[in-house]
């Protein structure tokens, strides 16, 4: 809320350096009524995009809350709090590399974007993917996305680097029997790609996703025990969980293999025909502590809300 209230700041006193892009799967609704209808064409994402110009500053904070966050649309309701969700804040190296990111929007998550400011000072040469990204705003058509998935690796400003996979409504493979299948960005994309088997965590009400990868297992968790954290509360994903996140399996077999991915899709097919994305990085403490809490069977501890 912080992060968030900065960009309200700059809003309030019109900065001319600062420019922001919210964007969400659903619209912020006032009086439990959206602002405006939502197009399922756009991908199944969910985040906020900001920088500054002054001081070539940028962060993109990847999150699941449905319906937050808007800038300058006032007295919206506030997001629900009933389930988990997750909340990853990148602060960039510099404005280049959030435009960088800005042509993956565009070309495959396709996000509906639901607030967006370009600033006065903004140099739409110089920045070119994210004046394109501007374009993007609903009720826009959403052009067709690209065919190939993508997978670029991108520093923070601190040098921690990051790995961006992303996938189109338009990302799609034939099966042998030449029938034409979309693909999923966990079991299809990620897992096979950094050359691990990986555990999800993501909302699954609906078909699962089959995983059709002969090499790398892609298996969805079925219940968070926090336990092991010391934390006495436990939780089946129907429950609480809205979170998008994954871990690889093999965290044994060498330091390298220690990903933590948080994603903003879910791991079921309705999601084959949208776009969305999963940003991988390595840190080993982290992983094996996510690692500790997955359940693939109803926990011992006495089951409660998720509180974090």
């Given at each position: 809320?912080?992060?968030?209230q900065?960009l309200?700041?700059?809003?309030?006193?019109?900065d001319?350096?600062?420019?922001?892009?919210?964007?969400?799967?659903?619209?912020?609704k006032?009086?439990?009524?959206?602002?405006?209808?939502?197009?399922?064409?756009?991908?199944?994402?969910k985040?906020?995009?900001a920088?500054?110009?002054?001081?070539?500053t940028?962060?993109?904070?990847?999150?699941?809350?449905?319906?937050?966050?808007?800038?300058t649309?006032p007295?919206?309701d506030?997001?629900?709090?009933?389930?988990?969700?997750?909340?990853?804040?990148?602060?960039?190296?510099?404005?280049?590399?959030?435009?960088?990111?800005?042509?993956?929007?565009?070309?495959?998550?396709?996000?509906?974007?639901?607030d967006?400011?370009?600033?006065e000072?903004?140099?739409?040469?110089?920045?070119?993917?994210?004046?394109?990204?501007?374009?993007?705003?609903p009720?826009?058509?959403?052009?067709?996305?690209?065919?190939v998935?993508?997978d670029?690796?991108?520093?923070?400003?601190?040098?921690?680097?990051?790995?961006?996979?992303?996938?189109s409504?338009?990302?799609?493979?034939?099966?042998?029997?030449?029938?034409?299948?979309a693909?999923?960005?966990?079991?299809?994309?990620?897992?096979?790609?950094?050359?691990?088997?990986?555990?999800?965590?993501?909302?699954?009400?609906?078909?699962?996703?089959?995983?059709?990868?002969?090499?790398?297992?892609?298996?969805?968790i079925?219940?968070?025990?926090?336990?092991?954290l010391?934390?006495?509360?436990?939780?089946?994903?129907?429950?609480?969980?809205?979170?998008k996140?994954?871990?690889?399996?093999?965290?044994?077999k060498?330091?390298?293999?220690?990903?933590?991915?948080v994603?903003?899709i879910?791991?079921?097919?309705?999601q084959y025909?949208?776009?969305?994305?999963?940003?991988a990085f390595q840190n080993?403490?982290?992983a094996?502590?996510?690692?500790?809490i997955i359940?693939?069977?109803?926990?011992?501890a006495?089951?409660?809300?998720?509180k974090?």
């Open positions: 809320m912080n992060t968030i900065q309200r700041d700059a809003a309030a006193r019109h001319p350096q600062v420019g922001w892009f919210c964007y969400n799967d659903e619209h912020p006032i009086n439990k009524e959206p602002v405006q209808k939502d197009n399922p064409s756009f991908g199944h994402t985040g906020v995009f920088f500054d110009l002054e001081t070539d940028a962060i993109w904070m990847l999150h699941s809350w449905p319906c937050y966050p808007a800038i649309i007295a919206v506030p997001p629900s709090p009933l389930f988990g969700q997750t909340f990853l804040c990148i602060s960039l190296k510099d404005v280049a590399t959030a435009d960088v990111i800005a042509r993956v929007f565009h070309y495959q998550s396709q996000p509906q974007i639901i967006l400011h370009l600033p000072a903004f140099n739409v040469r110089k920045y070119p993917n994210l004046l394109q990204l501007a374009s993007d705003v009720p826009a058509w959403v052009p067709p996305g690209s065919s998935p993508a670029i690796t991108f520093t923070s400003k601190n040098g921690t680097e990051f790995r961006l996979f992303a996938k409504k338009d990302w799609i493979a034939l099966a042998t029997d030449k029938v034409q299948k693909k999923d960005l966990y079991s299809d994309l990620i897992g096979p790609t950094l050359c691990v088997d990986l555990e999800v965590e993501s909302w699954q009400i609906g078909d699962p996703d089959q995983d059709s990868d002969p090499n790398y297992t892609t298996e969805d079925q219940w968070i025990d926090l336990n092991a010391g934390l006495n509360y436990a939780w089946n994903f129907l429950d609480h969980d809205h979170a996140w994954a871990v690889s399996m093999d965290l044994d060498q330091s390298e293999t220690d990903w933590v991915i994603a903003d879910s791991r079921i097919e309705s025909r949208r776009g969305g994305v999963g940003i080993q403490a982290l094996h502590s996510l690692h500790s359940k693939m069977a109803p926990p011992m006495p089951l409660g809300p998720a974090h």
